[in-house]
């Protein structure tokens, strides 16, 4: 029986070959970092978004709730954070809901207190995507790759984000020159890059860099330099000029390959290109599916898919001067394991989780799960 990794892209094949023959409680918060002193705040604090904070700045402890607004349930999708003149907006876009890809973009409003707005649809995808990435550069939002209906896809679509928060009609882009199914992406500066992915029996072992100009225009993919090695289902980010990659798969998802425990880091050269890939500490344990992201000088990576289950463990280490990761250690654990949920954004000192799978048939939480660092 395939697992989550490989149960989707079999599904739909399945769907669109029979259309071809025919016609068509909240866990205990755990430390996640130094708690800010007591008494009186006389001078601003770190900012812990800089990449260059220490993991000793004092960016607070880290605790999860569920939001009171729910989402629309779904997994396999992405999910981004914009700010806008009517302040910053948290947008689901794409994904799979009950077994069936969906287009639908999703976009609610963050409060200064880190709450949600209801949640209301913006322009969906010109088509029904799941397992894609993506990234923002200003006011646009890119997507790239996935599962569709027809198959996996090789194309990129991109939107522009209104001052009101609405979407602008999807832009259909250049080829990301491999069809992906589950690659990641990063964005820096005006450039996107989309990493690995597969459509079976490849998995990529390549990056590609496009330039995003303010209009939404994306320009062609070139080649921006090679992974450890084939991955997908991994998690990506970027902090500063470096990109840590963590876990995934390095075969077919529909051959049940087993689950990766590796993290390596590479540094963002002048020319776009991403440099040698160094191999840093290991995770705990095996993880695909799962995200990342970070904050107050430590990298943290949770959630996802073990061999074997559903994971609600977040893992975090620290960044030290020279970019290298130090040991792990456990965080504050998400309220619900899930997987599928491929980006945490953050805003301000809150981090959000949207949806997910919940099992290996797909299953997914409307739940949306808030972490405050305070």
């Known amino acids: 029986m395939l697992r989550a990794f490989g149960a989707f892209t079999s599904i739909v094949l399945v769907a669109a070959f029979a259309a071809c023959s025919s016609s068509p409680s909240g866990a205990t918060a755990q430390d996640a970092g130094p708690a800010a002193d007591a008494g009186v705040d006389s001078a601003p604090g770190p900012d812990c978004t800089d990449p260059a904070t220490a993991p000793t700045a004092p960016c607070g402890t880290l605790s999860w709730a569920t939001s009171h607004v729910a989402s629309r349930p779904r997994n396999h999708h992405v999910t981004f954070i914009v700010p806008t003149k009517s302040g910053p907006l948290l947008y689901a876009i794409g994904g799979v809901s009950n077994g069936v890809v969906i287009p639908n973009a999703d976009r609610a409003s963050i409060a200064d207190d880190g709450s949600l707005g209801a949640w209301t649809d913006s322009a969906p995808l010109p088509v029904a995507s799941g397992g894609l990435t993506g990234g923002t550069v200003g006011n646009v939002i890119v997507v790239a790759g996935g599962q569709t209906s027809g198959g996996v896809t090789d194309l990129s679509y991109s939107t522009v984000v209104q001052d009101d928060g609405s979407l602008a009609p999807w832009k259909k882009g250049p080829s990301v020159l491999q069809k992906r199914m589950h690659p990641g992406g990063f964005a820096i500066g005006d450039s996107i890059y989309v990493l690995g992915g597969f459509a079976d029996p490849n998995v990529w072992d ?19 330099g090679k992974l450890l090695g084939p991955r997908s289902h991994f998690s990506v980010t970027r902090v500063g000029d470096y990109v840590y990659v963590a876990g995934g798969l390095a075969a077919s998802a529909l051959a049940n390959p087993p689950v990766l425990d590796e993290v390596a880091r590479a540094k963002i050269q002048s020319d776009g290109s991403l440099g040698d890939w160094t191999t840093m500490p290991k995770l705990p344990e095996p993880l695909a599916t799962h995200s990342s992201f970070f904050w107050g000088g430590w990298l943290y990576v949770g959630g996802g898919i073990t061999d074997a289950a559903h994971e609600k463990k977040l893992w975090r280490a ?50 949306v799960e808030v972490g405050t660092f305070q």
Request: no cysteine.
């Open 318 to 367: 620290p960044i030290g001067a020279d970019h290298a990761l130090g040991a792990w250690e456990l965080a504050a654990p998400l309220p619900i394991a899930r997987g599928h949920v491929h980006q945490l954004p953050i805003w301000n000192d809150h981090v959000y989780s949207v949806s997910g799978a919940v099992d290996f048939n797909l299953a997914s939480t409307s739940h």
């Open 206 to 224: 390549d990056a590609v860099r496009a330039t995003v100009m303010p209009d939404g225009t994306v320009s062609p993919w070139i080649s921006a």
